[in-house]
């Protein structure tokens, strides 16, 4: 089985830096958290998972026809937050403030072509967000770290690809493979 993934990936070195700065602020407060690597740092269009080897050829068919249609087009990323809540945060994140509306049609898109090629339905909402950490013990400096962040400002990014990613599950953390990148026009 290959366990896998559609997203955007953050490849701007000066975007890496900062959201890298903000995940040295997140360790600072002295919770327990796994962060994103700085190489995998991404934004997740949709979660499919488990899959035999034979289904990601049409898996990434249906990615190629979500993508048909959409032009390379800017995001401006900005703004901390967490899963399920600031103030018991799982997951800390920055968002997406310009281009979410495109990004939404592309995961609606995605989740459509998807289900259509038969794979499962997003049990989730689609919501727009690069994941910095996933907490395992907060504290509340954490959570005040959150609240101090919420308005941060991290910059524009282009996307211009879509890709379909292997994920493999390690005890030092997931080790990230590209399966395919589809070009936006």
């Known amino acids: 089985m290959v366990r896998v993934f559609i997203a955007i990936d953050v490849e701007d ?23 994103v690597e700085r190489e995998n740092l991404h934004l997740t269009l949709k ?11 049409p ?20 703004g901390m ?25 592309l995961a609606r898109r995605v ?3 998807t289900v259509r090629a ?10 727009p967000h690069i994941t910095l950490a996933r907490v395992k013990v907060a504290t509340t400096f954490l959570v005040d770290v959150i609240r101090k962040y919420e308005n941060v400002d991290i910059g524009e990014m282009l996307v211009s690809e879509v890709r379909v990613k292997k994920s493999t599950l390690t ?5 990230y493979e590209t399966l395919a990148k589809i070009e936006l026009l």
């Open 13 to 35: 070195e000066t975007l890496r830096d900062k959201l890298c700065e903000l995940q040295r602020e997140l360790v600072r407060t002295g919770s327990q958290m796994k962060l």
């Open 81 to 105: 937050g967490a899963f399920p809540s600031v103030t018991r945060p799982r997951v800390v994140w920055v968002g997406v403030k310009e281009g979410a509306d495109v990004l939404v049609q």
């Open 59 to 78: 898996l990434i068919e249906a990615v190629k026809r979500a993508c048909e249609g959409f032009s390379k087009f800017k995001v401006h990323i900005a």
């Open 47 to 57: 979660f499919i998972g488990e899959i035999p080897p034979s289904r990601v050829d």
């Open 171 to 175: 005890p030092s953390g997931p080790i």
């Open 118 to 127: 038969g794979f499962r339905k997003s049990d989730k909402p689609f919501s």
């Open 111 to 113: 989740e459509e072509e």
